[in-house]
């Protein structure tokens, strides 16, 4: 009887590389006072925030929630930016996995109206 090991290994790096999220990046942009996108629809997933601060002459933010739902204890923390978005720079957040559902975005900083994000 003839017993044969066969073994491999797979890097570190090929590892994460085959456990790694397909993580996309939702580009959006802040003015003064309102975002340029005014809606938004995603598949579900995991996703980075990624806002420019377009001569808003301040600081800016970023925050998101489920819709109906907008008070701070709602708030979807890995959304918010990893800090503040400087003028005329861009920012972006922690990565986010957002199942089918409404959300709204804002910016409590520039102030902004809400809008609709939906994951379809």
Do not use: R
Request: net charge neutral; hydrophobic share 35%; proline share 4%.
């Amino acid at each position: 009887m003839l017993v044969l090991f066969v073994g491999f290994s797979i890097s570190a790096n090929a590892q994460h590389k085959m456990m790694k999220k397909d993580v996309k990046t939702v580009s959006l942009e802040q003015t003064k006072g309102e975002f340029t996108q005014k809606s938004i629809t995603l598949s579900p997933g995991t996703y980075v925030f990624e806002i420019a601060n377009t001569n808003v002459g301040h600081d800016v933010g970023f925050v998101l929630a489920p819709k109906g739902k907008t008070d701070a204890a709602h708030h979807i923390q890995n959304a918010y930016v990893t800090e503040v978005v400087k003028n005329n720079t861009t920012g972006h957040s922690k990565e986010v996995t957002l199942a089918k559902g409404e959300y709204v975005y804002f910016c409590p900083l520039n102030p902004t109206p809400q809008y609709t994000l939906i994951v379809e």
